[in-house]
């Protein structure tokens, strides 16, 4: 079993530098405190307990733009979902590399 979990740390290490590489061409989406249209998929979804309460992280792309809000209690939907949301950008940050946008106050559009 040891050997597997080396497999395993490999393959998870491969799978992220594939995952950072085709993200790698993301740009920032409008301008700070914008309020703008998005159609996302959300790619990733994150839950995790903070001194605040339960958090959720979703990762979204708009075509190889990356979009990331942080929720305390608005959930969006699931992985693989896609939805359409007017937001105001709050931040443009970089990960491991990577442009984000983040977005605050979404809220669903018909």
Known sequence: TKINIEVRKEERAAEKQAELQENMSSNWVGSIKERREFELVIENKFSFETMYGYMTL?????????????????????????????????????????????????????
């Open 58 to 110: 979703y990762i979204m792309k708009q075509g190889d733009d990356v979009i990331v809000y942080k929720s305390g209690n608005v959930p969006l939907g699931d992985k693989g979902d896609t939805i359409k949301i007017k937001a105001t950008i709050k931040a443009h940050d970089t990960y491991e590399g990577v442009k984000q946008t983040v977005i605050n106050r979404p809220f669903f559009v018909k």
